[in-house]
Structure formats: structure tokens, C-alpha cells
T-cell receptor
């Protein structure tokens, strides 16, 4: 199992504030992800990274941005939060495809619940 | 495009009864399939995964799943449900096209357990 840590777990902030959701993993995984999940809904990929200095947009458009300066760290930033950003944000990382027969197991953190009021 | 369908939004079973959660996928090649469980307010925990080989895979917490290529299915089963199994269950397929291994999730099945 991968160890992935997300902070804060719960955050309530006002509209227009800038926030950064932190995500760190200790397994040395190159690939990392951010998923967004509205309550009772499926997960949607919003960002991913192949490694340091790599960031890609996911399947769901998001106003958030990410950075990958270090392998273990993949923070997500909202420059100006809005109520529509209220959601759960899940960070994840995955083993290299060459491991375990080529599979790509993705491990998740416990999530960050963001409420924008 | 790849997709995952979980036909049942909500299932209620009695404690001790057997459980089967359905998952159908659409994928052109051999899929990599996963089942995750999410307890309220928590992230996703990997239950089991299928990459190749034996089509019946064993996971944690007494769960198993069977890959049936002819039916494009990967149903999750447990012979005897415990109250602590109440959670949301997500089936997912890994895409290996342009998305380079990103997971595509179904909409989830919420499991309730009656005492």
C-alpha cells in the first residue's frame, strides 16, 4: 500500500480566497493524480503528472492548477475559490507500469473536503 | 472510448447474506480492472485488481471478483456481508491509450447492510 497524505482534510473558506491543497506520497511513485468527486457522484480526473516538471489536464475541466517540483509533492491550487468549487478532492499516485506484470495500480489519499461559502 | 457501468445505484442486503455488485466495462483491448471501496468521508481503498491470468481474483476483506471477457463484466462478490461493509463501491478500468494509464470510474454502488 502507498502512503499518501492530504492536508487539510476539511476546509471551509470564503469566496475569492486562494487555497492550496497539499498532497505528498512516500513511495517514490512517478505518476500522481488529482480527482474531483462531488457528493454521491463518480470521480473525475482533473490533473495528473508523469513526474517532476510534468503536469497535464485531466478529463474534467478545472479552474485549479497544479505543480510538480518534487517527486513526492503534488499540490493543487485554486487562485480564487467559488462556491462551485465545493467538492472532495482526492490525490492519488501509481506504481510504474513495469512493476507487477505491467499493471498500473493507483493508490488514493483520504481526500480533502473543500467547502466554499 | 472506455467506460464503466455500475447498473445498481443502491443495494441493501442483510448482514450475513451474500453480495454481488455488478460492473460492466467497455474497452477495446484487455482491460486492467479494479474495485475500490469508499467509506463515508474517506478516500478510496483498493479492494482488488485484475491484470491477467486467473479470472477469479481475491481481494481484501473477503471480497473476490470474476473477470468475464464474454460478458465484459467484472462483478464483485462476498459470501457473507458484515455491517462494516456498508460503503460505496467503485469499479474502474485503466485506460492505456492517450490517457496513459488513468483510471475511469463507474458511478458507484452504495451498499447498505441491514442488521
Amino acid at each position: 500500500e502507498a502512503d499518501i497524505y492530504q492536508t487539510p482534510r476539511y476546509l471551509v473558506i470564503g469566496t475569492g480566497k486562494k487555497i492550496t491543497l497539499e498532497c505528498s506520497q512516500t513511495m517514490g511513485h512517478d505518476k500522481m493524480y488529482w480527482y474531483q468527486q462531488d457528493p454521491g457522484m463518480e470521480l473525475h480526473l482533473i490533473h495528473y503528472s508523469y513526474g517532476v516538471n510534468s503536469t497535464e489536464k485531466g478529463d474534467l475541466s478545472s479552474e485549479s492548477t497544479v505543480s510538480r517540483i518534487r517527486t513526492e509533492h503534488f499540490p493543487l491550487t485554486l487562485e480564487s475559490a467559488r462556491p462551485s468549487h465545493t467538492s472532495q478532492y482526492l490525490c492519488a499516485s501509481s506504481e510504474p507500469r513495469r512493476y507487477r506484470g505491467g499493471g498500473n495500480t493507483i493508490y488514493f489519499g483520504e481526500g480533502s473536503w473543500l467547502t466554499v461559502v | 472510448a472506455q467506460s464503466v457501468t455500475q447498473p445498481d445505484i443502491h443495494i441493501t442486503v442483510s448482514e450475513g447474506a451474500s453480495l454481488e455488485l455488478r460492473c460492466n466495462y467497455s474497452y477495446g483491448a484487455t482491460p486492467y480492472l479494479f474495485w475500490y471501496v469508499q467509506s463515508p468521508g474517506q478516500g478510496l481503498q483498493l479492494l482488488l485488481k485484475y491484470f491477467s491470468g486467473d479470472t477469479l481474483v481475491q481481494g481484501i476483506k473477503g471480497f473476490e471478483a470474476e473477470f468475464k471477457r464474454s460478458q465484459s463484466s467484472f462483478n464483485l462478490r462476498k459470501p457473507s456481508v458484515h455491517w462494516s461493509d456498508a460503503a460505496e463501491y467503485f469499479c474502474a478500468v485503466a485506460s492505456y491509450g492517450g490517457s496513459q494509464g488513468n483510471l475511469i470510474f463507474g458511478k458507484g454502488t452504495k451498499l447498505s447492510v441491514k442488521p
